[in-house]
């Protein structure tokens, strides 16, 4: 068998050795194509391991570094708000928050994840996937989409852990408002920041948390604090190895207001469900102790997704966000205080004169009513006791609209207060135009009926109760006019200096002296019940055609000495004494409890 296997090869290759020289041409050519093929084969590899090795290697080791190494952000603890005496209006809990790492996935995978989050976070996928683009795929920093996730959030991420790499659940800081909804107009709330903060603040980084209204927003500098970061290794399943480097965050501050809790308290639990506010200031420093405003919100819903049920209501038909306090309207006889002030500093009256009230007055061929029976020949002590229309109507015409609104403002109502300060969102002034503002505004001539209604409070007036309690304010501190402010740190400042006004001694006592009368004899008798010390003040009820009457009071206390002024109004609430007094006294009785005044429950005379 061998012999026979060697004379078949030598037949062979005798056989191949026979062939022409065009075929052994060709036959060399394959080989070396052959060849060729296997050199290139196995030089390639060689080439391209060196060029990793040598010419990217930095850049390759640089990417693998990052694929190892997360950059964490670190949150500052917020700093506290804190009220006048140091108890806690905002402050911060423990919650959890879910993170995304865009560049352990591929944008397709992505998509898969978001999917599988979506109804478990309880956001569109859409919106998960928006979050991703905005930071880039092949951002090294996290994305948060969620935060302050609940129980159940928390276990079912638990329980999909293994399908869920690049996600991370971090323990963080939330912002809290223990009494929930109180004074949630002036705290305001916070949130992320957005684009444009973000790029207005290059050291911010993604996911800060930001004042977004409020003292939150005013004093947003103070609060925040400064985040810090760290450095992790982490392995192939996302698993933290260990920390390569740490700085700490340096925690906000804390921000004191001048706002009194147990005041603020008292003024929302007797304002109740009614649509309406109240405002308590300092006669002295103008520091606000209490603005109460419903409806309200409840600012801890900002610290995680708002429900749609929630974002209805606060864009609702009663605009729970708008805080009336600082808003607009007709105050009716409350305004009788000016209109005082106008006739006696106009120099057309002295504080002792006297006009003749009656049932009704008849001014440029129209009947003007008095609201009840006239009271005879009076001064403005008994005018304001009794608030006589007629009185006041007589006044105003002999003054004029020049001078009410001249006084108005510089008792605080019409823009002379700076309610920047105070970070208030949507806060407006009142308005007590003259004959060429109204023409300028509304483009109509003034009438005499403009100037009548003006005197008691009505028609083109309109004042926020805010500027109500600095206007009284005004007449409770001998002359001068205060500028309201919540931060406790601008108090007695050149920036909340007072000003005065050049209202005569003379002038303050015998208003003075009504506003008593009002509280001893008149419409505010239902303070005079010796549980508070003896107060001054005005009702107002406050025509609203088409609609029940607004209740109106203004109070300062004690008479004597005055500390404090309250605004208070009650939308439809009807007579001023029916609705808004009984609220101011509550507040007055709180504020008066904390000063250790003993109640002689026997009314003042």
């Known amino acids: 068998m061998a012999s026979d296997f060697s004379f078949n090869s030598k037949v062979r290759l005798n056989k191949n050795t026979s062939d022409n020289p065009a075929q052994q041409r060709s036959r060399s050519l394959q080989v070396m194509i052959f060849m060729l093929i296997v050199t290139t084969l196995v030089t390639m590899p060689m080439f391209r391991l060196a060029e990793l090795q040598l010419v990217q290697g930095a850049y390759n080791r640089q990417r693998a570094e990052n694929n190892r190494i997360r950059p964490v952000s670190v949150a500052a603890t917020?700093?506290?708000?804190?009220?006048?005496?140091?108890?806690?209006?905002?402050?911060?809990?423990?919650?959890?928050?879910?993170?995304?790492?865009?560049?352990?996935?591929?944008?397709?995978?992505?998509?898969?994840?978001?999917?599988?989050?979506?109804?478990?976070?309880?956001?569109?996928?859409?919106?998960?996937?928006?979050?991703?683009?905005?930071?880039?795929y092949k951002s090294a920093l996290p994305v948060r989409i969620s935060k302050d996730i609940d129980v159940a959030t928390f276990v079912a991420l638990g329980e999909q852990s293994n399908t869920l790499r690049g996600v991370e659940i971090r323990v963080e800081?939330?912002?809290?408002?223990?009494?929930?909804?109180?004074?949630?107009?002036?705290?305001?709330?916070?949130?992320?920041?957005?684009?444009?903060?973000?790029?207005?603040?290059?050291?911010?980084?993604?996911?800060?948390?930001?004042g977004q209204?409020?003292?939150?927003?005013?004093?947003?500098?103070?609060?925040?604090?400064?985040?810090?970061?760290?450095?992790?290794?982490?392995?192939?399943?996302?698993?933290?190895?260990?920390?390569?480097?740490?700085?700490?965050?340096?925690?906000?501050?804390?921000?004191?207001?001048?706002?009194?809790?147990?005041?603020?308290?008292?003024?929302?639990?007797?304002?109740?469900?009614?649509?309406?506010?109240?405002?308590?200031?300092?006669?002295?420093?103008?520091?606000?102790?209490?603005?109460?405003?419903?409806?309200?919100?409840?600012?801890?819903?900002?610290?995680?997704?708002?429900?749609?049920?929630?974002?209805?209501?606060?864009?609702?038909?009663?605009?729970p966000f708008l805080n009336?306090?600082?808003?607009?309207?007709?105050?009716?006889?409350?305004?009788?205080?000016?209109?005082?002030?106008?006739?006696?500093?106009?120099?057309?009256?002295?504080?002792?004169?006297?006009?003749?009230?009656?049932?009704?007055?008849?001014?440029?061929?129209?009947?003007?009513?008095?609201?009840?029976?006239?009271?005879?020949?009076?001064?403005?002590?008994?005018?304001?006791?009794?608030s006589s229309n007629t009185f006041f109507y007589q006044v105003g015409m002999a003054a004029g609209p020049e001078q009410m609104s001249k006084w108005a403002s510089k008792m605080g109502i019409g823009g002379t207060i700076n309610l920047d300060i105070l970070g208030i969102d949507g806060a407006n002034h009142g308005q007590v135009p003259t004959p060429a503002e109204k023409k300028k505004m509304y483009k109509e001539d003034w009438y005499v009926g403009d100037t009548v209604t003006m005197a008691i409070g009505q028609g083109l007036v309109l004042c926020t109760p805010l500027e109500l309690a600095v206007m009284l304010s005004t007449i409770a501190n001998g002359g001068s006019r205060v500028q309201?402010?919540?931060?406790?740190?601008?108090?007695?400042?050149?920036?909340?200096?007072?000003?005065?006004?050049?209202?005569?001694?003379?002038?303050?006592?015998?208003?003075?002296?009504?506003?008593?009368d009002v509280v001893k004899k008149g419409t505010g008798r239902g303070l005079n019940d010796g549980t508070?010390?003896?107060?001054?003040?005005?009702?107002?009820?406050?025509?609203?055609?088409?609609?029940?009457?607004?209740?109106?009071?203004?109070?300062?206390?004690?008479?004597?000495?005055?500390?404090?002024?309250?605004?208070?109004?009650v939308e439809g609430g009807g007579f001023g004494a029916v609705s808004a007094a009984p609220i101011a006294h509550e507040v007055f009785k709180t504020y008066f409890q904390k000063q250790g005044f003993k109640p002689t429950n026997k009314p003042f005379k």
């Open 78 to 136: 917020r700093g506290q708000i804190l009220d006048r005496n140091g108890k806690i209006l905002a402050a911060n809990r423990v919650s959890r928050s879910v993170y995304l790492w865009p560049k352990e996935r591929s944008a397709k995978d992505w998509q898969e994840v978001a999917a599988t989050l979506s109804p478990i976070v309880k956001l569109p996928a859409t919106e998960i996937i928006k979050k991703i683009d905005v930071a880039g």
């Open 173 to 210: 800081s939330s912002r809290d408002n223990p009494n929930q909804q109180l004074a949630a107009h002036l705290l305001g709330y916070v949130g992320e920041a957005t684009l444009d903060e973000l790029k207005a603040n290059p050291a911010y980084p993604m996911g800060m948390i930001v």
């Open 213 to 319: 209204m409020g003292v939150e927003k005013l004093a947003n500098p103070t609060l925040e604090g400064v985040w810090g970061n760290r450095l992790i290794e982490v392995n192939a399943k996302g698993e933290e190895i260990q920390d390569l480097g740490v700085k700490e965050p340096i925690p906000g501050k804390p921000v004191q207001l001048t706002l009194d809790l147990d005041m603020q308290k008292t003024a929302e639990k007797a304002l109740g469900d009614r649509l309406g506010a109240v405002v308590a200031i300092d006669v002295k420093t103008g520091a606000l102790l209490t603005m109460a405003s419903w409806p309200t919100f409840d600012p801890n819903i900002f610290t995680r997704k708002v429900t749609q049920t929630e974002w209805d209501r606060l864009q609702g038909p009663e605009k």
């Open 324 to 386: 009336r306090a600082v808003q607009g309207y007709p105050v009716g006889s409350t305004f009788k205080i000016v209109t005082s002030v106008a006739g006696i500093e106009s120099g057309k009256f002295s504080p002792d004169s006297t006009l003749v009230s009656s049932s009704s007055i008849t001014i440029g061929g129209i009947s003007f009513n008095e609201h009840g029976a006239g009271q005879g020949v009076i001064g403005f002590r008994d005018a304001l006791a009794f």
């Open 484 to 516: 309201p402010h919540l931060l406790a740190s601008q108090t007695n400042t050149p920036l909340t200096k007072k000003i005065p006004t050049g209202i005569k001694p003379s002038t303050l006592k015998v208003i003075k002296e009504g506003l008593m």
């Open 532 to 569: 508070i010390p003896l107060s001054a003040g005005k009702t107002g009820t406050v025509e609203m055609p088409g609609h029940p009457d607004n209740s109106m009071y203004v109070g300062f206390a004690p008479a004597d000495k005055p500390e404090v002024a309250i605004a208070v109004i």
